[in-house]
């Protein structure tokens, strides 16, 4: 009879799958070594080679010593979370090596300036949590190398390490994984099916997006990592000037990235109603209500925001009505899909009653079921919808009983009490970690709390567009920065579980 797994050797024997899983990730880049034009980063080889395969060997020999030739049982309440939370932590940590390893394992010229260990965890966290925040030295951005492994970081932190796993690998086993990352709808029935359509997809609107992008006059390079990033929601950037770095048409590059932008913040599974021609219920679905009432309200706010707002470097004048739109929408639509491009000369250009509206638009995010961050739309029409249904009962009479449904992935949903406690308990809880956060930023780094808190919302949700503070920022901040990343893009309620499951288990308390 088979000895059977459970508990925290279940847990570390799966963290095995991802630790090796996280190798390959610190692998990959060394692909790009193929092509001639990129051989002079042949230096960087020993920087991805050293961790990768060190990752790769460890994680199997992990699972081989836990798991394997052991049946395996279900995992229990909350171990899911602990479980996730450990492969992000993982992952984060290990694929933070070769940034440390720069300047160290390789000679750098004077002056030039090297990652230390916690620069290094932040670069790292901020692709995984396809955020966008940086700290990578200015010289980095002359390496194919490096500049396409924050691509890849983005590219599965932005779909979710554990859809990557689940699209190999089924769920017989329970693993219950793939909700407690936000994937909270499947396409089909069967989830490792479900997974590889929402990969297909999500390659598909990459491969769709660097065709553009060359088309509009972008090299290859740039456009797959430019492309990559844009359907992540994470903003990193292949030059260090950002969007007015790269070649080609640049009125056709940023509609194209708003597109891409939008694609990679809505759900999923309404990008499979769509190809299916179910444009009618797509167009009742309460995200895409909730989204379109949010442009209707903010972009003639954010036109007047920059037409009517005078800043340091521009007056009035300077704005035309055109520009006012041009940047107005485009800064809007890289905060609400919490992507975090600006195609503004300079961020912070942006006028300071615009940081208000951004701060907000962080604080919505995208769709559930996408790679966008934030509270998501669905929580936001929920609680909307919700407050409106209370007036309205209130101002009715008693007899009258009104439903409460709602139109949610092509299906009628009926709206419970606990559904609405959810939604308005999630929003408190983001906008007081926000708070905490904000203040922290605040204290720790001597910053005033206006520009703290839109730092740390953008951390939070995942935006990444920074008013400048990321860049000044002390250890102590960097590190307030990193968890409001690592929370924020496991939805807070996930580290919460996580920690308490292991609290009770540490005082050996039953978890009910």
């Given at each position: ?5 459970s ?14 899983m ?18 002079d ?19 199997i020999l ?10 395996k049982?279900k995992?229990?309440?909350h171990?899911d ?28 010229d ?5 990652m ?63 909700s407690?990352?936000g ?18 997809m ?33 903003g990193?950037?292949?030059?260090a ?9 640049q009125?056709?590059?940023e509609?194209?990235?708003c ?14 109603m ?6 009618k ?8 209500k ?34 006012s ?15 975090g ?25 995208g ?23 209370t ?9 009258y ?9 092509g ?36 910053y ?33 920065l ?26 050996r308390?039953?978890?009910?």
């Amino acid at each position: 009879m088979k000895k059977v797994a459970s508990g925290y050797r279940l847990i570390f024997g799966y963290l095995g799958i991802f630790l090796a899983m996280a190798g390959v990730i610190i692998l990959l880049p060394l692909f790009l070594l193929i092509v001639p034009a990129f051989r002079d980063d042949i230096i960087y080889i020993p920087h991805f080679l050293i961790p990768g395969l060190s990752m790769l060997v460890g994680g199997i020999l992990l699972y081989t010593f836990l798991l394997l030739g052991r049946e395996k049982s279900k995992l229990q309440k909350h171990q899911d979370s602990i479980l996730l939370v450990l492969v992000w932590l993982v992952a984060i940590v290990v694929s933070a090596i070769p940034f440390f390893l720069y300047g160290r394992l390789n000679k750098v010229d004077a002056g030039y300036e090297i990652m230390s260990f916690t620069e290094s965890i932040f670069e790292s966290c901020s692709g995984y949590a396809s955020v966008g925040l940086t700290r990578l030295p200015i010289q980095l951005y002359d390496s194919h190398i490096f500049t396409f492994y924050r691509a890849v970081l983005q590219f599965f932190g932005g779909v979710g390490l554990v859809l990557i796993i689940t699209s190999a690998v089924s769920d017989r086993y329970g693993l219950k994984l793939y909700s407690a990352e936000g994937h909270n709808d499947k396409i089909i029935p069967n989830l490792a099916k479900s997974a590889r359509i929402i990969l297909s997809m999500y390659v598909g609107f990459i491969a769709l997006g660097t065709v553009a992008l060359i088309i509009a006059g972008v090299n290859w390079f740039d456009a797959l990592t430019h492309s990559i990033s844009s359907i992540a929601t994470g903003g990193f950037s292949s030059k260090a000037n950002g969007m007015a770095g790269y070649s080609g048409n640049q009125m056709a590059i940023e509609i194209i990235t708003c597109v891409l932008m939008v694609l990679g913040a809505t759900n999923f599974v309404l990008h499979f109603m769509l190809l299916l021609g179910r444009f009618k219920k797509v167009g009742k679905d309460i995200e895409i209500k909730t989204f379109g009432i949010i442009i209707l309200v903010f972009v003639p706010l954010m036109f007047m925001a920059f037409f009517f707002s005078r800043t340091s470097q521009f007056s009035v004048s300077n704005f035309t009505v055109g520009e006012s739109f041009r940047y107005g929408i485009f800064t809007f639509l890289s905060c609400i899909t919490t992507t975090g491009y600006s195609n503004v000369p300079a961020t912070m250009s942006i006028p300071s009653v615009a940081f208000l509206l951004l701060t907000i638009c962080n604080v919505i995010g995208g769709g559930m079921g996408s790679t966008a961050g934030g509270v998501k739309f669905y929580r936001l029409g929920i609680a909307c919808k919700s407050y409106y249904w209370t007036l309205r009962a209130r101002l009715s009479p008693r007899r009258y009983i009104y439903p409460t449904y709602i139109s949610r992935c092509g299906e009628t949903k009926e709206i419970s009490k606990d559904d609405s406690n959810e939604a308005f308990g999630y929003i408190l809880l983001y906008v007081l970690v926000m708070l905490v956060g904000a203040y922290l930023v605040s204290v720790l780094g001597h910053y005033d709390f206006g520009s703290s808190l839109f730092e740390f919302s953008t951390a939070l949700s995942g935006t990444g567009l920074s008013n400048g503070i990321t860049t000044t920022a002390n250890y102590a901040v960097l590190w307030v920065l990193n968890v409001g990343m690592f929370a924020g893009r496991l939805e807070i309620l996930v580290v919460y579980y996580a920690l308490f499951r292991v609290a009770r288990d540490i005082l050996r308390k039953e978890t009910i």
